[in-house]
C-alpha cells in the first residue's frame, strides 16, 4: 500500500510555519458543470508540489482563481499566512503568485530583456537597472539567460527560461508551471528540472501541472490528485508509483503505448518524393522523400519548429508554394486540392484542434460532418442530412468513449482529452488508408491518451498507413514501426524503436547525434 494523505481540512497535516499556499473549500460552477469542488491543497515553502489529474477534472479552473482570472464561488485562499482576495493576475502578482503558461506569451522580435521589462517598466526601468536584475535573477537561479538576445534567436527551452524569469523579475514567491514539459526534448527536461531545483534552494515554492506522471513522481516533494473537480488524495512521490497514481486519477491502471507484432505489408500507401517548402531566409522543408507501407507507422521526431507542422500540412495540400511528389496508394496528389486528398483517403487529427479540427460554438453533430461535408450518407442533394449527421455522432460518441451529455452539446463544452475523442473517431470513419496524426495526444489525461493510442494501434491493424507527429519521445518509441528524425526541414536520420532511447533520440533532434 502506497503513502497516501486524503485531502480535506482535517487530512492536511498541521506545521507552525505557514504554508505558501493554503486552498481551503474551493468551490466553482459554471452552467450545467461543477469545475471545482471543496477543494483542499497545502503548497509548502521550499516544495515542488505536482497537481494531477484527467482532463476535465478541475486543475485549470483552480490555477486561474489562484492566479486572479475567476473568482471562487466558495472557499478561501492564504498566501505565506494572509487570507487574500485574488481579483486579477495583478493581485496574484502582488501577492507573489506568477504563472507560466503552457503556450509561451513572448514577442519573437523583441530582445529577452524587452520582453521581461514588458509591462512591469516602473520596478526598474527600462535599461542598466533592469539589466543588471535580470543578470542578477538569471545568474542567482542558474537560467543562463542573456539580456540582449532576441526571443527568436531561442530554442523552446530558452524560451521558457525567460518566461520563469519574468515572473521572478515581479517578485513571485510562487511559481504556477501549466504543463511545462510538454514541448521539450528529454536533455531540455533535465535543464528544466535543475532550474526547478535551485529554485528550490532559494525557499520559492513551484506549482507544477503535468499529465506526464513519471516526471511527476521524479521532481515533486508532493502530488496531489484531482479527480471530478474535489481533492482526493496527497501522496509522498518516494512511495508511490504510476500505477498508484493512474489509479488515484481514473480508477485504472497506467497504460502503455507499446505496439504488438509487426502489420507492415510490401504495399506502399504514401509515398513522398523530394518535398520542398520555401521560407523567406531558408527553405521550410528540403529534399523530404519517405514511404509509408500499410499497416505501418512511420513517425515523426522533432523539436518544434522544424518542419513537422509545414510537412503535414503540404502533404494535406495546405501549403500552394511546396514543391516536389505526393502519392496515395499510387493516385498522384501533387496537383490536388485539400478537400479532394481527403476524399482520395486521407484522415486528419491536427496538431490544434481548435483552430483546425473543431467548431468550438457548434454542436457534435455539425462537427461530425467537417471535412466529410461532400460524402454520403452525411450529405443529400448537396445539403447536409441532419439526421444522418447526429445518428453517427451518436455512434462515435458510444463507439470513442466521448463523455458528453448528447450531440447537440457544443464542442467547446466538452474537455480536451473528449474533443480529441471526437477527432479521431470522425476521422477514422471516414474510410481513410492513410492517417495523419498530429500530436494526438498533447494535453490529454491517462485516460483520454489510452483510447487515442488504442485507435491508432486499431487502425494499424487494418492495414492503414499512420503518420505519427508526437513530441512525447515514448509516444513515438511505443507506437511507430520506423522513427525519422526532422532537423531544419531535413530528415538527418531513420530509427529503429526497438534499438533507439528517448536520449539518442533527442541528441539527434537537436542536431548532437545522428541515426542509431
Not at 496515395?328 to 490544434?352: C, F, M, N, W
Not at 445539403?383 to 447526429?390: C, K, M, P, Y
Request: charged residues 25%; without cysteine; hydrophobic residues 40%.
Amino acid at each position: 500500500m502506497f503513502p497516501v494523505r486524503f485531502s480535506g481540512p482535517e487530512g492536511v497535516l498541521v506545521s507552525d510555519v505557514a504554508p505558501a499556499v493554503r486552498l481551503r473549500g474551493i468551490g466553482k460552477r459554471f452552467p450545467g458543470v461543477i469545475a471545482n469542488d471543496d477543494i483542499n491543497i497545502d503548497v509548502a515553502r521550499g516544495t515542488i508540489h505536482a497537481i494531477v489529474g484527467e482532463n476535465g477534472a478541475g486543475k485549470s479552473t483552480l490555477m486561474k482563481i489562484l492566479y486572479g482570472v475567476q473568482a471562487p464561488d466558495s472557499g478561501t485562499i492564504e498566501i505565506a499566512g494572509t487570507q487574500v482576495s485574488l481579483g486579477s493576475p495583478a493581485d496574484a502578482i502582488k501577492h507573489g503568485v506568477g504563472m507560466v503558461f503552457q503556450h509561451f506569451q513572448l514577442a519573437d522580435n523583441f530582445t529577452v530583456l524587452e520582453n521581461v521589462v514588458l509591462g512591469a517598466e516602473k520596478l526598474h526601468g527600462i535599461g542598466s537597472a533592469a539589466r543588471e536584475e535580470i543578470v542578477r535573477i538569471s545568474d542567482a537561479y542558474g537560467l543562463g539567460v542573456e539580456p540582449d538576445q532576441l526571443v527568436e534567436e531561442l530554442g523552446v527551452g530558452a524560451r521558457q527560461r525567460v518566461e520563469i524569469l519574468k515572473v521572478l523579475y515581479r517578485g513571485a514567491k510562487v511559481i504556477i508551471l501549466d504543463e511545462p514539459t510538454a514541448v521539450l526534448v528529454p536533455q531540455e527536461v533535465d535543464e528544466l528540472f535543475g532550474n526547478l531545483r535551485e529554485l528550490k534552494a532559494e525557499g520559492l515554492s513551484v506549482i507544477f501541472i503535468s499529465h506526464k506522471l513519471d516526471e511527476v513522481l521524479s521532481i515533486a516533494d508532493e502530488i496531489t490528485v484531482i479527480r471530478r473537480g474535489t481533492t482526493v488524495a496527497t501522496v509522498d512521490p518516494a512511495g508511490t508509483t504510476s500505477r498508484e497514481l493512474a489509479e488515484l486519477m481514473v480508477g485504472s491502471e497506467l497504460p502503455s503505448p507499446s505496439t504488438e507484432a509487426s502489420t507492415v505489408t510490401e504495399r506502399v500507401t504514401l509515398h513522398v518524393a523530394d518535398l520542398g517548402l520555401p521560407g523567406e531566409n531558408r527553405p521550410l522543408l528540403e529534399g523530404v522523400s519517405f514511404d509509408i507501407h500499410a499497416g505501418e507507422v512511420l513517425g515523426i521526431a522533432g523539436v518544434e519548429g522544424n518542419g513537422q507542422a509545414e510537412l503535414v500540412e503540404a502533404i494535406m495540400g495546405m501549403r500552394p508554394g511546396a514543391t516536389g511528389t505526393v502519392r496515395l496508394a499510387g493516385q498522384d496528389l501533387t496537383e490536388l486540392s485539400t478537400r479532394k486528398r481527403r476524399e482520395a483517403g486521407i484522415g486528419y487529427v491536427p496538431e490544434d484542434r481548435h483552430r483546425h479540427g473543431l467548431l468550438l460554438d457548434a454542436p457534435l453533430w455539425e462537427n461530425r460532418v467537417l471535412g466529410h461535408q461532400t460524402r454520403k450518407p452525411w450529405v443529400r442533394r448537396g445539403l447536409i442530412d441532419r439526421g444522418a449527421s447526429r445518428t453517427d455522432t451518436q455512434r462515435i460518441v458510444e463507439d470513442y468513449d466521448v463523455r458528453t451529455p448528447g450531440v447537440d452539446t457544443l464542442a467547446r463544452a466538452l474537455s480536451g482529452g473528449n474533443q480529441q475523442k471526437l477527432i479521431v473517431g470522425r476521422e477514422m470513419s471516414g474510410d481513410p488508408i492513410l492517417l495523419i496524426a498530429a500530436h494526438p495526444t498533447r494535453g490529454v489525461d491517462v485516460g483520454a491518451q489510452a483510447a487515442i493510442w488504442g485507435h491508432i494501434k486499431e487502425a494499424r491493424r487494418q492495414g492503414l498507413a499512420v503518420l505519427l507527429i508526437s513530441a512525447d519521445l515514448d509516444e513515438l518509441i511505443g507506437l511507430s514501426d520506423r522513427i525519422e528524425v526532422i532537423l531544419r526541414g531535413r530528415l538527418v536520420g531513420s530509427f529503429d524503436p526497438g534499438q533507439v532511447t528517448p536520449e539518442q533520440l533527442g541528441s539527434a533532434m537537436t542536431g548532437a547525434g545522428g541515426a542509431a
